[in-house]
């Protein structure tokens, strides 16, 4: 398998990438600078930067795009002259002063996750995993933890049948791939139990 540089971005951490199928476009964020990108097989690139740093989108039924920032759930609204808007859908309180959203995506239901970690990288388990249920209005109540003891949630997948839930934990003194059983009904994770422990391997990992 050969790697193919396609966009020479120069992330400062490129994160979340989305496919838009209708669109046929690639999308992107990049975190520290609070930026979502766009680009097409065809060339063409663009990109929106935001008032908060951005850390993971997901595309919405309704059309539009969400986007976890620091301070909660958004949905984006991309301006002609660069500027992302954001209209705040669900607030986040945070275990403490300093943290921030990290990767997330969506299940296979369009219920909307996203993991919580400290900016500094300090090694405490006090990031969480949040999700999003829109209601008919688009609104939502204060976002509550689903699940805690997390350092830099980093990457979300989910089976194919959609009844189990994987997360990375990619802190340096982590390193794991926790599996948990889904219930596709409820949106509810259990049973958490280690996937993959990539100790013998350290790096930056994810998941997608």
């Known amino acids: 398998m050969t790697a193919e540089l396609i966009i020479d971005a120069r992330n ?11 669109e046929h ?9 609070g930026r979502l990108h766009r680009w097409q097989p065809d060339g063409q690139t663009q990109h929106w930067t935001a008032d908060e740093m951005l850390g993971c989108i997901a595309h919405s039924h309704q059309g539009h795009w969400l986007g976890a ?17 954001a209209g705040k859908r669900a607030s986040v309180e ?22 919580t970690m400290q900016t500094s990288m300090a090694a405490e388990p006090v990031g969480a995993l949040y999700r999003y249920d829109a209601m008919a209005d688009g609104t939502a109540g204060p976002l509550q933890a689903r699940l805690g003891t997390l350092s830099v949630p980093n990457g979300m997948a989910f089976s194919p049948d959609g009844k189990t839930m994987y997360v990375s934990d990619s802190h340096p003194s982590v ?6 059983d889904y219930d596709i009904d409820s949106g509810s994770p259990h ?18």
Do not use: K
């Open 12 to 22: 400062a951490t490129g994160e979340s990438p989305v496919w838009h199928p209708q």
């Open 94 to 115: 945070h275990a403490r002063p300093g943290m921030r959203f990290n990767d997330g995506r969506c299940d296979r239901q369009g219920r909307f996750w996203a993991g």
């Open 191 to 208: 049973n958490r139990r280690v996937f993959v422990d990539m100790n013998q391997h350290p790096g930056r990992m994810g998941l997608r």
């Open 175 to 180: 390193q794991m791939i926790w599996a948990f």
């Open 25 to 33: 476009a690639l999308y992107w964020v990049d975190i520290p600078v």
């Open 69 to 85: 920032q620091e301070s909660g759930i958004f949905h984006l609204i991309p301006q002609a002259d660069g500027r992302l808007l």
